[in-house]
């Protein structure tokens, strides 16, 4: 009897146990799900634990749909409240106040709210994931290594990448007429990144086995492991501290943060002296790392140095190639958009005797029309984030956002808006002449963002695209073939907009006559 009674015991104690357990971990997992509700913001209904963002945590729906979905939920409203697992979150789809927030009140939006340890990784202490003060005295002493005079000194180098890149293209010709697009200009953008940022001639075009190119593809790889890192971040981003969770590849982290440190130390050593970026941060560090009594709020080291040149490098990489995949796709099934934009080219290199300069590149208006267009459609980030650093009270008063929220702006779904971009799959760089921009509020056009934090290798990325189309549409008419994907596939798992699937196109050589 007593033992019956002792085993009713431990079992009620084991069943109740369990029960307060699971309780418990549901009232955690709702707890914050009352927020919009109180202050009367439109909100999505939430699942408990996973808040709005279920479908995209467990791989049901791409984050493209997820946001596509939360931002016409409330097709009339300026802002509303979603929930991120637990966390309450503010998706903004006005674009006065969009403007407001990046641009006109920035102030209070300093932030992209991405708090990352640097213990687990050296990208936190780059340039993207910095806040405040120690934002505010890295951008400043960035900037100028992207001067107008510092691009004009890479156009020479540009150019010849691009040499390199129509070489490589005649070779392959010789066998097929079929290329991967993505494969060589991602080959492209990296030689030409090392060459003019850093120094580094890697010859990644004529190397299929490049490691730096495998190892910025690491770098925006997303694997099942970083998927449920970023999901543990999101429930308890404190574990990820305690744990010293690693956020990106460290095999591809430490491979750059040794070139790059070798870098610097062989240029110091060798008194090496070149007009580039990485001239900049060695400056940088003289003044930020190398100065004697820095105080705590601006203290700096060589991580953060060698963070931002690996930021630069891989940023500036796998972007520039994704864009100039899906524009060359997009010339592709255009053929009276790809003869316009090499009559254009063709043009304004006589009017400049055959030059590609600065000059040149000012003059190629449609160039910049299909350029806008093609960053418009396939904007290579998915949404912008902000946090609020100070109490702000939005201008009609009718609502306050405290310090700490998290916002996010839907750059994706404001690009593919009709009421902003009528028949928004449809390629038409027509959109951007001043006539049809100057009827479009600002706000609704954000591929590099926009105000104090907009994209600091903008312009040098802007340049690199032009030279390259300049060189490959003088040379190729570029065309669909039975392995071109249509509509190309972009839900891939890196963690920017990029074909999942490579783009095949047909590379046909222009007879001059």
């Not at 991405?114 to 687990?120: C, E, V």
Request: proline share 4%; aromatic share 10%; net charge neutral.
């Amino acid at each position: 009897m007593i033992s019956f009674l002792t085993d009713f015991l431990l079992d009620n104690v084991t069943y109740l146990s369990l029960i307060a357990i699971c309780t418990a971990i549901y009232c955690y997992s709702i707890s914050t799900y009352g927020k919009w509700r109180k202050v009367n913001i439109p909100y999505v209904q939430p699942v408990p634990l996973f808040g709005n963002t279920f479908k995209m945590m467990t791989k049901l729906e791409h984050p493209i749909d997820t946001f596509e979905r939360l931002y016409y939920s409330f097709p009339d409203v300026k802002l509303l409240g979603f929930y991120q697992m637990t966390e309450p979150m503010l998706l903004v789809r006005d674009p006065e106040l969009i403007n407001t927030i990046l641009v006109k009140d920035f102030s209070y939006f300093t932030d992209h709210g991405l708090d990352l340890d640097p213990s687990t990784t050296v990208l936190a202490n780059s340039l993207f994931f910095a806040n405040g003060q120690q934002w505010r005295t890295m951008r400043q002493k960035l900037s100028p290594g992207f001067t107008s005079g510092k691009l004009k000194d890479t156009h020479n180098q540009i150019n010849e990448c691009t040499d390199d890149m129509v070489s490589s293209i005649v070779g392959t010709l010789e066998n097929t007429d079929r290329l991967d697009v993505k494969t060589i200009t991602g080959s492209f953008s990296t030689d030409v990144i090392g060459t003019c940022a850093f120094g580094l001639k890697l010859d990644t075009i004529k190397n299929d086995d490049s490691e730096f190119r495998r190892y910025v593809k690491l770098i925006f790889q997303t694997t099942p492991r970083q998927a449920i890192v970023q999901v543990l971040m999101m429930i308890c981003p404190r574990l990820i501290k305690l744990l010293k969770i690693k956020m990106f590849s460290e095999e591809a982290t430490n491979f750059f943060y040794e070139v790059f440190k070798d870098v610097i130390k062989y240029r110091e050593e060798h008194n090496v002296f070149r007009n580039d970026l990485t001239q900049t941060l060695m400056q940088a560090r003289k003044e930020l790392v190398l100065k004697e009594n820095s105080t705590n709020e601006d203290k700096f080291t060589d991580a953060h140095i060698i963070a931002n040149a690996i930021l630069m490098f891989t940023a500036g990489s796998e972007t520039v190639s994704s864009m100039l995949s899906f524009c060359l796709y997009e010339l592709a099934l255009n053929v009276e958009i790809q003869d316009k934009l090499r009559a254009e080219i063709c043009s304004t290199k006589a009017k400049h005797d055959g030059q590609l300069n600065s000059d040149y590149l000012t003059n190629l208006h449609y160039t910049n029309m299909v350029l806008e267009e093609t960053a418009r459609k396939y904007s290579i980030a998915l949404n912008i984030m902000r946090v609020a650093t100070k109490t702000y009270t939005l201008p009609d008063e009718s609502f306050v956002i405290e310090k700490g929220q998290k916002l996010i702006i839907p750059m994706f779904s404001i690009h593919h808006d009709a009421k902003y971009y009528p028949d928004p799959m449809r390629f038409d760089p027509e959109r951007f002449s001043m006539e049809q921009k100057s009827q479009r509020p600002n706000g609704t056009y954000l591929p590099f963002g926009d105000g104090p934090r907009l994209c600091i290798g903008k312009r040098f990325a802007e340049s690199e695209m032009k030279l390259v189309l300049s060189n490959i549409l003088s040379k190729f008419e570029v065309l669909p073939c039975e392995q071109t994907e249509i509509p190309v596939n972009i839900r891939s798992e890196a963690g920017i907009i990029t074909p999942k699937n490579g783009i095949v196109l047909k590379f046909r050589p222009i007879i001059e006559h």
